[in-house]
């Protein structure tokens, strides 16, 4: 029989990286998802999600939890509009002056958190940090194809790249090029020249320009946040705002049940009817831009040879995992794209179930009688459900499969190190460029915790990438993306689940309250009647 290994590890989460979610308990926060009190502006607006952020520095990490809170606090240059299109953001206006020059016109009279001043000196004082292997930041790929950025004037930042740059908007629009106050990073080196970790002072200060300001983080429990009243948009609807750390789904929808939180992220397609039936308790249903996988380590046997790959993807039943723990709230994948993203191939095949050419190439393999190994999860309900339904699955092919559950943070580190055999992990478009996805997860300059965690090495895959990035013409860009895709599935580092759907509960008392396809919750606009 297989066996289930629980590692429960310690619930501390202060320096690691990654990109999913799952993790710990939480205390009482005062406020009544169900009160009727109006404009209720003394109770803080709570929300409760399965994992605790990583880092509180928009270069300190690549996970979609630290996000969550980030994207409130810091703002970026460029944002994407409702059409996914580039739009102003800390930059009112930029020009093309050619195919590797970009001026960016920002913004003026806009002041960071702590009073210092908005300019492009702040800008490059920002960039210049995110690519400095000192700190050693996981989300350098953003600014990687930049040659260099250039002080014009005091509003006016102009950025060069070594090549043509296709994704250059788009990667300005990623939380990882967030802005934070010139003067945070100034006193963050500082505390490292005295020995302390990049980021160290940062996490206990988190200073932007966004409509949320840091308060406190209570790690593994609760960060709050308030209202930035000097703002320079429109003002948050709330005045106080608790992002608390609930690991477990039903935990989690209990707190909204009783009215100790407004919201719960992630509630699990298995508890919809659940909070549905619930008395004063919405579900908020949206499309994501996400892929959830099964990652293989293509540098450890077995998984080293393409046909063991192959074989197992042909032997994992999609279908009943999206109907029997996503039921029915997923689309299947075919590859690692999503259908919304720029550069998605509609007409591309994933691998077919066919379990006798799957136990044709492994005895090719050499592995007919399959072997033992180990999949590794964070303790999020929904992946835990994915490792048990692919461990029963696989015993079609012989493969005896040990699952290990880890404690978030300890999980990303590991995985990052390429201590793992298989694991199951999600991905977030975030930028809606498949360059994001593709580029990342398997471009062979990106293994670890930049995103390639499969190690996947091909040079004719890497050269499909590079040619992506630098092509400008869409038609074009999408027919290497196309190729990449089908290559893909042929090397099957990963096998591609689906591309499921954000479930949340929301009280019927919070009203402009939503959620982006990137998974980031609308604190902003969200406020109790």
């Known amino acids: 029989m297989n066996i289930l290994v629980i590692l429960i590890l ?3 989460l202060a320096a690691c990286a990654g990109d999913g979610s799952g993790n710990t308990s939480s205390n009482d926060v005062d406020g009544n998802a169900n009160s009727d009190d109006e404009n209720d502006t003394d ?27 980030t994207e409130h606090i810091y703002e970026t240059l460029v944002n994407l509009d409702e059409n996914k299109e580039p739009a102003e953001g800390l ?40 690519m400095d292997k000192e700190i050693g930041s996981p989300r350098t790929f953003l600014l990687e194809p930049v040659d260099s950025w250039e002080v014009i004037d005091d509003y006016t930042i102009r950025i060069k790249t070594k090549d043509p740059f296709a994704p ?23 505390q490292m020249e ?45 005045e106080k705002y608790v992002v608390k750390v609930v690991s477990e789904q039903s935990a989690r929808i209990a707190e909204l049940e009783t009215g100790n939180s407004d919201v719960a992220e992630s509630i699990g397609s298995s508890n919809v009817k659940r909070v549905e039936q619930t008395d004063g308790v919405d579900v908020v249903d949206v499309p994501s831009v996400s892929l959830d996988y099964i990652g293989l380590n293509t540098e450890k046997e077995p998984f080293d040879d393409v046909k063991v790959r192959q074989a ?52 090719e393999a050499g592995y007919a009688d399959g072997f033992e190994t180990t999949l590794w999860t964070d303790d999020d309900d929904g992946r835990k459900d994915i490792a048990v339904s692919v461990q029963s699955q696989l015993e079609e092919l012989n493969i005896d499969i040990e699952i290990v559950e880890l404690e978030w943070g300890t999980y990303l580190e590991r995985v990052n190190n390429g201590e793992h055999d298989m694991f199951v992990l999600g991905w977030s478009t975030a930028t809606e460029d498949a360059d994001f996805t593709l580029y990342q997860l398997f471009h062979s300059s990106q293994h670890g915790s930049t ?57 019927e008392n919070v009203k402009g309250f939503d959620i982006a396809s990137d998974g980031t919750l609308g604190l902003p606009s969200a406020y109790k009647e």
Do not use: C
Request: aromatic share 8%; glycine share 8%.
């Open 10 to 12: 310690s619930l501390v």
């Open 43 to 69: 109770a803080p607006l709570t929300a409760t999600v399965g994992a605790d952020v990583v880092s509180l520095s928009v270069q300190g990490s690549n996970d979609i939890p630290s996000g969550q809170v």
């Open 91 to 130: 930059a009112e206006d930029w020009e093309q002056v050619d195919e590797r020059t970009w001026d960016f016109f920002l913004k003026k009279d806009i002041s960071f958190h702590d009073g210092e001043k908005f300019d492009a000196e702040a800008v490059k004082s920002n960039f210049d940090r995110l």
């Open 168 to 190: 250059l908007l788009a990667n300005l629009a990623h939380i990882g090029t967030g802005i934070m106050s010139p003067a945070m990073i100034e006193e963050d080196y500082q």
């Open 194 to 238: 005295e020995g302390e970790d990049p980021d160290s002072y940062i996490n206990k200060q988190a200073i932007g320009t966004g409509p949320l300001q840091f308060e406190s983080w209570t790690p593994g429990e609760k960060i709050e946040l308030s209202r930035s009243d000097d703002y320079h948009g429109e003002l948050a609807k709330s």
């Open 312 to 363: 197992i993807s042909m032997v994992i039943d999609k279908e009943s995992i999206i109907d029997g723990v996503y039921e029915g709230y997923s689309v299947k994948a075919e590859g690692p794209v999503a259908p919304t993203i720029f550069g998605h191939d509609e007409s591309l095949k994933g691998s077919e179930y066919d379990v006798e050419t799957a136990k044709q190439l492994m005895e």
């Open 451 to 507: 995103g390639n965690r499969t190690f996947i090495d091909d040079d004719e895959l890497d050269s499909l990438l590079d040619d992506a990035r630098q092509e400008t013409d869409i038609d074009k860009r999408k027919e290497i993306y196309s190729e990449a895709q089908e290559l893909l599935v042929e090397l099957a580092p990963m096998i591609y689940l689906g591309h499921s759907e954000h479930l949340a509960g929301v009280g």
